[in-house]
């Protein structure tokens, strides 16, 4: 199993830019989520889903979209890129049951933007 | 979700046991305790959770108080690996949400 994979690493847009962050799993996980990580902050939430077609907002989500048209992939589309969007985001997948479930993250791109 | 309150810092000798305290005095019923850590800046990595009883796998042990109020992780024998910083969390949910954690320095 890969895991989770995320692309690219590295990215590096003007303000204004659009872009897709790419997140794909091969667990077969049903749910999927989004965060950002400022400098020497906790990760927020951006969005999440918990099945094909089904998505949802997280804490910050504006800016963002996503969609999930198949189990293995979420991405991430900002829509018109912010230097506030400055940071490292990670995608993260788990099954989904009621006994509390081990969440597996990504390595993480990191953004600037310019 | 419950708050979580946990040191921002600690150090830790090499070989030693790490104990990381954590108060989450507002958690309900049904919400579970997680630990995930994040080293250096990668993605973080899901160490250990439990409910009501005691845990422990291979990489720690998590010990919960009877009234689940707060809980500590311990890792038995720190290496210079386990430099990392350390995420406790409560709640229900698939939705974790992150604080600040424990910095955890390993010393040689």
């Known amino acids: 199993n890969a895991g989770v994979t995320q692309t690219p690493k590295f990215q590096v847009l003007k303000t204004g830019q659009s872009m897709t962050l790419q997140c794909a799993q091969d667990?077969?996980?049903?749910?999927m989520s989004w965060y950002r990580q400022d400098p020497g902050m906790g990760l927020r939430l951006i969005h999440y889903?918990?099945?094909?077609?089904?998505?949802d907002q997280g804490e910050v989500p504006n800016g963002y979209n996503v969609s999930r048209s198949t189990t293995e992939d979420f991405p991430l589309r900002l829509l018109s890129a912010a230097p506030s969007q400055t940071s490292v985001y990670f995608c993260?997948?788990?099954?989904?049951?009621?006994?509390?479930?081990?969440?597996?993250f990504g390595p993480g791109t990191r953004l600037t933007v310019l | 979700d419950a708050k979580t309150t946990q040191p921002t810092s600690m150090d830790c000798a090499e070989g030693r046991a790490a104990n990381l305290p954590c108060n989450h005095s507002?958690?309900?019923?049904?919400?579970?305790v997680y630990w995930y850590r994040q080293i250096h800046s990668q993605g973080p990595q899901y160490i250990i959770h439990?409910?009501?009883n005691n845990e422990t796998n291979e990489m720690a042990s998590l010990i919960i108080t009877e009234d689940r109020k707060s809980s500590t992780l311990i890792l038995p024998h720190a290496t210079l690996r386990d430099t990392a910083v350390y995420y406790c969390?409560?709640?229900?949910?698939?939705?974790?949400?992150f604080g600040q954690g424990t910095r955890l320095t390993i010393n040689p």
């Open positions: 667990m077969n996980h049903e749910y």
């Open positions: 889903s918990v099945g094909a077609g089904i998505t």
């Open positions: 993260a997948s788990s099954y989904l049951s009621g006994a509390g479930n081990e969440q597996f």
């Open positions: 969390i409560a709640q229900g949910a698939q939705k974790l949400v």
């Open positions: 439990g409910l009501k």
């Open positions: 507002t958690i309900s019923g049904n919400e579970y």
